[in-house]
Structures are given as structure tokens and as C-alpha cells.
């Protein structure tokens, strides 16, 4: 019995210099999904077989200039809604297919929002299979008549396979044909799982043409989920307890012969430093159905729920695993090698990540709030994993990358570390309610393209002659149809010693035996001459083993010298073709840093177009910010000067108004005397009758005749001598004349001196006629080394009239020296400036023109009074 041997997973590529290090790009595709209807809003806009374009919708805030921006996104390639999934197939997951056969590792995972189409895109449906059941379908094409037997290859639990021998792998067939099927519990009415059938035509199938014929091949499937940060087995079969029924969150059981929740996995690290889930059950299968079959039993137990955004929402992450052992013939091309040094193992996972979600829209609560929230969680270790790496290859940086942050980055450190190729395809849905969130995974695929993954060295190769299984069925088809014609049977494993023509020819040169028969006991001749003939017989066998050793020993130095020159042509072949496979590494190396920078610069420019455009909006903001605030600085500083107009408008309209109330009061009080003083008169004329009416009677009669006289009014010399007041409409012509004459406006332009008092608080009016006066001091305030140097004093005084208008006053006088040395002011006349509206309305003014003499008249009627608001020079001691 050969002892069996061990293969295990290919070993980590040694260290090498950062420069030797082949990496290619992670690649990510993007899948656009149809709409659910025709009448929604679409966002996403293919533009090319590799750009798309997002718009933002309409119901979205648009910017603070008011135009909506829109971003565009560049994938290696872009799938559009009438992509079928043959298509997609061809171009991501079939080269990872050939790359297994080729023992060399992948990693294929669809990222996506809910309900973006991932599951579909991995599963598919009936009459559209998805990638994984054509992934199946090729391997199982390409590698099918060359697979061992059942159990030749079997895993065990370091992330290893043994190879066992032919007596071992048939008892463990007889084992299990031998166990019976354990009866399955009833259950409630379920839908029939679908077929292989029905996912894939047979006109879709297709097969890899670069298979080794030479080695043996056995297929291994497993299939795990990650539920809130746990790994569970989904095709471990646990046994149904009785004692101990599952029990549900509310507290209540359930006794109706459901399995026991599997318990969860860990994760662990092999010798190679390779990561694996412990204790995974994984399943050798040897056609596609059954595999599909294997698969769906574990579907079936996969977590999905019903959310307000996705009918059947995955609520975990899940990861079918294709482990895929192969191990080359030995020399005869009869039996596996056994030897574990040759034993390769790869994989290929097809992992099938939980779709990103916000709360605010599904609504989720309890249980589905938790899965949410952990969902979210992994898929952002795997974001944070993603840019740490690209900050290490970009700026040069050590940083460690949180893979054990997360179950699904710590699994798969081992892809991102250089154990084989990694493709994402992303799946976007092109409704609108799904912008905000689509945008955040355009961003991380965008930098998930910018993360290199170092290329998986090429296995070594074997060092026995190829075609070693193409030479032994022929051999054993030649031997069964010569044992076929010999009548012998047909399986025999027993070679010929030499072909028949070469023994005829060989028997022929051989001299011919005579007759043999004894007639006679005395007969001393036949004997001699047969052993004569035997003799010669002898002789010439062995001159034919002679010259069959000479010929045999110069055609194997003949075939030692081919050997030795086909060895030197086939190395220094080898050596050509490992420098030509170098020198076009380097020219694909360069073409993709080419590309690489091209796609830069290109990325470049358009952030810089970006920030240009950025800036100059900026610009046109500032420009016009700064116009609107000019703008509204003057409009200020109008409604400031238009508030003192109204404040001294409404000051002379109260004071005109109490003024005007003054002089009613004083003529009503007036009007009010000279009715008391008429009715005093007619009384004292009655009393007046009365009284001569009682002198008449008293004196007898003497002249009866003669009537009495009417009596005189009293005199009014008291009335005149009063002081006489102002009424409400003065005579025009005074009774008086005026103290001082009214003098011209020539009177300010003589050759005399002023000193121009103008205030700081007057406003200036854009009047025509404006009051000038030549050979005048201007001050804002008297001083007394103005006044000494003047002999006329003007003061500016401005206020409110009736109507509202600015009114002003020229209050001029004149400046006399006084005892104590300084200067005092006596004034003498009053000049009056007033602007109408024209289009105002008419309205009774007391500063009309039967009101203006008065005024004059009052104040040249007054006497003049020397002002005390000069200022006294004080006389040294």
C-alpha cells in the first residue's frame, strides 16, 4: 500500500523587492439594472462602453448657484440594462474560471445598494442563470473526463487535501453507498427547487480549451454566510433535538421539528499564513447538477426578509467557495503521483455582499434595525481596508490595514495580499430615491479601481514528459483490439512479447528442423543431425542477440544524443520564450502605466476644469456680493438722509401746529373779552335808563316832554392804551411804521466784512439760488479772532416749514465792540429761502404772503437789544 500524500494551497510567492513586483489593478465593472417602471425618474446615464454619468434628480436641493451638478464615473467596462447574462459572464467571470483551472486563486463579489440586482446578477433566475451556475457549468465542461474518483481527494481540517490511495477512496465509496439516507423530516408544502436545466441552455455552455490532460482533478464546494459579524455553515446538516426544541425571541418554542440553529464559526490561518473558516463542511461534487443542487440547499437557508425598499432583502453576506485539487500522473500516465509537492489546490469565491441601506427609508426596526446597522458596519471596514491600501501604494505609507475589523475583510486579506486576481462588479439601480446612495458607491468604486493587487506567480511546472494520459489510452486501445482478434478478452492487461511479423521473419532465418521420428532403435542418425541443426540453430541466436545488443546499444546512445540536443534546443527554447514572456510583461507593464497616466491626466484635467469653473463662479459671486452691497450701502445712507428729512419735517409740522394752537386760543380768548365787555355795557346802559327813569319820577314831572338823551358809550381810551396783541389775520396796513425800514438783499453785499456762521448740522440743498457772500470768514463755530477781524455776522439756521420743505433763515446783524474788550452781536434782519413743490397739493400756509410783512414787521417793529452772546475780553490785572 502507497502511502498517501497531502496537498495543500500554494504557497505564498517569497518577498521580493518592491520594483520585481507584478501588480495589476483591482477590476471593477458596473451593471446598470432596468427600471422598475416607465414612468419613474432615471439618474444614471450610460455615455460609453466604460463612463457613465450621474444627473441629479429633480426633487434634490440644487446648489447654491443654483445649477445641479453632475459627476461622471469611469469603470473597465459598463454593462448596460439590455446586457445579458451570457455577456456579462464572458468578460468578468470567465477568464477567474480559467485562471482556477490554471491553479490560481480568485475573488468575484457584487457591491451594491439594496435592491440594485446583486443577487440576480450572482444567482440569476430560470432561463437567465447568473455567473455562479456558469461558473460551474465551464469547470465542469472543461474538466469533466478527467476527473478522479470520488474520494481520491479529501480535504482535512487545516485548509489541506490528502490524496488517498485507490483501496482507501473505494472503501470510502463502499462506506457511503452503503449508508442509508437519513428520512427527512415533513414539512410544510414548498416550491420546488429549480433545475440546472432551467438556468443555462445547452447552446450557452462553453468549456476551456487550455485544460492539462495530464493531471487529475477534484472539485470542492462550500458555502458560509456572515449574519451580524458571525460566519455560519449553511451546509452543515444539525441534528434534530427533542430534549432541547428552538426557541424563539419572544420566549416561545417551537416544537415543530426544526433543526437546531447551527453554531458559528472561526476564523483561522494555515502555515501559509492563508485564511480559512474552521470546521466548513465542504461537499465533493462531480457534475453541475449536483453542485447547483448543493448550492440551493444552502440557499435556502440563507437569511432574507421583506423591507420597504427590496421584497427579499439579503441579510447577510454570502460566499460560495470553489476549491478546485489537481495532481499530475505519474510516469506510466496510469495513477495520481503521489506526491504531495505536486498536489496543487486553488479557489475561486463568489461572494454575494449585503446591500447598503438607510434606516430613514426601509424602516426597519428590532432585528431588522440590527442587521442593518451591522451591514453597514462591514461594508464600511471594507471601505476603510480599501483606502488604507491605496494611501500605503500611492504615498509609500506602512499603514496596517484594519482587515480584522470585519469578517469579510479578514477572510479575504489573503486576495488583497497577492493570492490571486479580484474583480468587483457594481450594481447600480437608476431610480431616483436611490441618488444619495449610489453616488456613495460610485465614490468607492472610483477608489477601489486606483488599489493594485499583486499578480499570482505561475504554479511550477512538472518534470515528466506531457501526453503521459494520451499515450496510455492508446496503449490500451491497441491492446484490446489485438487481444479482441486473438479471441483473448478484450480488458487483458498482459503486453505481447514481440509483434508477429517480426517473429515470422526471425523464425524464417532460422535453418528448418528435420525429421524427428525414431523407426529404428539402432537408427544413429536422425539424433545427430538434429542436435547438428540445433547447434547452428543456437549459433545463429546468438549472433542475432549479439547484433540486436550492438544495434540496441547504438540506437540508445543514438537516442541518449537526440535526448541531450532536444534537451539543450528545448532549454535554450525555454529560455527564449521566458525572455520574450519578460519583454512583453514589460511592454504590458508600460502600456498599462500608460493607461494609468493617461486616465490620471485625464482625471486631472477635469478637476481642474472643476476648480476652474469652481473658482470663477466664486469670482462672480464675490463681484456680485459686492455690488449688492454697495448698492445697499447707498440705499442705506438715502434712508438714513430721508429720516432727518422726516424728523425736522415733523418737528416744524408739531411746532406749526402748536403755534397755530396758541394764536386760536388768544383769539378766542380775545373774542371771548370783547363779549364780556358788550354785555358790561348793555348792562350799564340799563342801569343807566333805570336810573333816569327814577330821577324823573323823583323830580315831579317838571318837564314831562322833553325826552331823555341817549347815552354815550362808554369811552374805549382803556382799549387803546392796551398793548395791542396779534390776531389770527393782522391788518396789512400797520398803524405804526416800522423802527427800521426793510433793506434790500444789496444790503449783505457791501464792502463790509462777515463772518458766515453755518452750523455743522445743516444739510445742503441742491437749490439754484444759493446764498454768497464775498469777503466772509466761514467758521462752524463763532470764535472770538473771527468776530474782531468782521463787522456784519450772518447765521444759517435751517428748520421745518408748514408744508414739510427745508426752510432757511439768514439771521444777519452787527458786530460791536463792548466795555469789557470783546465782541457782541445785535441783530437787525431776517432773510427767508424756501423751495415748493409745484405738484404738491394746495394747502392754507401761514407763511404766505399776508403772513410774511407781519413777521417782517414784528421784528423791525422791536426794538434792538444788543445780544449777550458775545464774547468778553478780559482785562489783565
Not at 427527512?184 to 438556468?199: G, L, V
Not at 441552455?201 to 493531471?215: G, H, L, P, Q, R
Not at 455582499?353 to 426601509?362: M, N, P, V
Request: hydrophobic share 30%.
Amino acid at each position: 500500500m502507497q502511502r498517501p500524500g497531502k496537498g495543500k494551497t500554494p504557497r505564498r510567492p517569497g518577498p521580493k523587492k518592491a520594483s520585481n513586483i507584478e501588480k495589476d489593478p483591482v477590476g471593477v465593472y458596473c451593471r446598470i439594472r432596468p427600471l422598475g417602471a416607465e414612468d419613474e425618474e432615471c439618474c444614471i446615464e450610460m455615455i460609453s462602453s466604460s463612463t457613465i454619468q450621474l444627473h441629479a434628480p429633480d426633487g434634490l436641493k440644487a446648489n447654491r448657484n443654483g445649477e445641479y451638478k453632475e459627476t461622471q464615473y469611469s469603470f473597465k467596462k459598463v454593462f448596460g440594462i439590455k446586457t445579458t447574462q451570457m455577456e456579462l459572464f464572458e468578460d468578468v467571470a470567465k477568464p477567474l474560471v480559467e485562471d482556477l483551472i490554471h491553479c490560481k486563486n480568485g475573488l468575484l463579489f457584487t457591491y451594491g445598494v439594496t435592491g440594485s440586482g446583486k443577487t440576480f446578477t450572482m444567482t440569476g433566475s430560470p432561463g437567465e442563470g447568473g455567473l455562479l451556475p456558469r461558473c460551474l457549468d465551464m469547470l465542469f465542461n472543461s474538466i469533466g473526463p478527467f476527473q478522479a474518483k470520488r474520494f481520491v481527494f479529501k480535504p482535512d481540517d487545516k485548509n489541506g487535501m490528502e490524496i488517498q490511495n485507490q483501496v482507501d477512496a473505494l472503501l470510502e465509496r463502499q462506506k457511503r453507498d452503503s449508508q442509508q439516507a437519513v428520512p427527512k423530516t415533513p414539512s410544510s408544502r414548498q416550491k420546488a427547487d429549480p433545475e440546472f436545466a432551467d438556468m443555462i441552455t445547452s447552446e450557452e455552455a462553453c468549456k476551456s480549451e487550455n485544460v492539462d490532460e495530464d493531471c487529475c482533478y477534484g472539485i470542492f464546494v462550500s458555502y458560509i454566510e456572515i449574519y451580524n459579524n458571525y460566519i455560519y455553515d449553511l451546509l452543515e446538516d444539525a441534528p434534530f433535538d427533542p430534549i432541547r426544541p428552538k426557541w424563539l425571541a419572544g420566549g416561545t418554542p417551537v416544537r415543530n421539528n426544526e433543526f437546531v440553529p447551527p453554531q458559528s464559526k472561526i476564523l483561522r490561518e494555515d502555515q501559509n499564513h492563508n485564511m480559512y473558516v474552521a470546521g466548513c463542511t465542504e461537499v465533493e461534487v462531480k457534475s453541475t447538477e449536483e453542485a447547483f443542487e448543493v448550492f440551493w440547499k444552502g440557499q435556502k437557508k440563507r437569511r432574507i426578509a421583506n423591507t420597504q425598499l427590496n421584497r427579499e432583502s439579503s441579510r447577510s453576506h454570502s460566499v460560495f467557495t470553489v476549491k478546485l485539487a489537481q495532481a499530475p500522473l505519474d510516469a506510466d500516465g496510469d495513477h495520481i503521483l503521489q506526491d504531495k509537492n505536486q498536489v496543487n489546490v486553488s479557489q475561486l469565491c463568489l461572494v454575494d455582499l449585503a446591500g447598503s441601506e438607510r434606516t430613514s427609508r426601509t424602516r426597519a426596526e428590532g432585528s431588522r434595525l440590527r442587521e442593518a446597522g451591522n451591514i453597514n458596519q462591514s461594508l464600511m471596514t471594507l471601505r476603510t481596508c480599501m483606502e488604507v491600501l491605496r494611501e500605503n501604494q500611492m504615498c509609500g505609507t506602512n499603514k496596517m490595514v484594519p482587515y480584522r475589523d470585519s469578517k469579510v475583510t479578514h477572510l479575504f486579506k489573503n486576495y488583497f495580499d497577492g493570492e490571486g486576481k479580484v474583480r468587483m462588479i457594481v450594481c447600480v439601480n437608476p431610480k431616483a430615491d436611490d441618488y444619495e446612495e449610489t453616488m456613495l458607491v460610485m465614490r468607492f468604486a472610483e477608489m477601489t479601481q486606483e488599489v493594485e493587487v499583486a499578480r499570482p506567480v505561475d504554479r511550477p511546472i512538472c518534470g515528466l514528459a506531457a501526453g503521459r494520459r494520451h499515450r496510455n489510452q492508446a496503449f490500451r486501445d491497441e491492446l484490446s483490439h489485438r487481444l479482441g482478434e486473438r479471441g483473448g478478452p478484450s480488458n487483458a492487461g498482459t503486453l505481447p512479447t514481440i509483434d508477429d511479423p517480426v517473429l515470422a521473419q526471425l523464425i524464417e532465418s532460422l535453418p528448418a528442423l528435420p525429421p524427428c521420428e525414431l523407426v529404428d532403435p539402432a537408427d544413429d542418425q536422425t539424433l545427430p543431425r538434429l542436435i547438428e541443426v540445433l547447434e547452428r540453430r543456437h549459433r545463429i541466436r546468438q549472433m542475432i542477440t549479439e547484433q540486436f545488443n550492438k544495434t540496441a546499444s547504438t540506437l540508445k546512445s543514438m537516442l541518449q544524443q537526440f535526448d541531450t540536443q532536444l534537451n539543450a534546443k528545448e532549454t535554450f527554447l525555454h529560455d527564449q520564450q521566458s525572455k520574450l514572456s519578460e519583454k512583453d510583461k514589460v511592454i504590458m507593464n508600460q502600456r498599462t502605466e500608460i493607461e494609468r497616466l493617461e486616465k490620471k491626466s485625464k482625471t486631472l484635467e477635469y478637476k481642474v476644469d472643476i476648480l476652474q469653473k469652481t473658482t470663477d463662479m466664486y469670482e462672480q459671486d464675490k463681484r456680485s456680493l459686492q455690488q449688492e452691497l454697495e448698492t445697499r450701502e447707498q440705499r442705506l445712507q438715502r434712508e438714513l438722509s430721508e429720516r432727518r428729512r422726516m424728523e425736522q419735517r415733523m418737528q416744524g409740522v408739531v411746532t406749526d401746529a402748536r403755534l397755530k394752537w396758541e394764536k386760536e386760543c388768544e383769539r378766542r380768548v380775545n373774542a371771548k373779552q370783547l363779549e364780556m365787555q358788550n354785555k358790561l355795557w348793555v348792562k350799564d346802559e340799563k342801569l343807566k335808563q333805570l336810573k333816569a327813569i327814577v330821577t324823573e319820577s323823583s323830580g315831579g314831572g317838571s318837564c314831562p316832554s322833553e325826552r331823555p338823551e341817549k347815552p354815550e358809550r362808554p369811552s374805549r381810551e382803556r382799549d387803546r392804551n392796551i398793548a395791542p396783541k396779534r390776531s389770527a389775520s393782522p391788518s396789512p396796513h400797520p398803524t405804526a411804521p416800522p423802527v427800521h425800514p426793510m433793506h434790500r438783499r444789496s444790503h449783505s453785499a457791501g464792502g463790509e466784512k462777515w463772518v458766515d456762521h453755518k452750523p455743522a448740522s445743516n444739510l445742503d440743498l441742491d437749490t439754484v439760488m444759493q446764498p454768497i457772500i464775498p469777503n466772509a470768514i466761514k467758521v462752524s463755530t463763532p470764535n472770538e479772532k473771527a468776530l474782531s477781524k468782521c463787522h456784519k455776522y450772518v447765521l444759517r439756521h435751517q428748520e421745518l416749514a408748514s408744508d414739510g420743505e427745508i426752510e432757511t433763515k439768514l439771521i444777519k446783524g452787527n458786530v460791536f465792540k463792548t466795555r469789557g474788550g470783546g465782541q457782541a452781536v445785535q441783530f437787525t434782519d431776517i432773510e427767508t429761502l424756501k423751495q415748493e413743490c409745484p405738484t404738491a397739493p394746495s394747502r392754507k400756509r401761514r407763511s404766505g404772503s399776508a403772513e410774511g410783512p407781519l413777521q417782517i414787521e414784528d421784528i423791525e417793529n422791536r426794538a434792538p437789544v444788543p445780544s449777550t452772546s458775545g464774547y468778553q475780553k478780559r482785562r489783565k490785572p
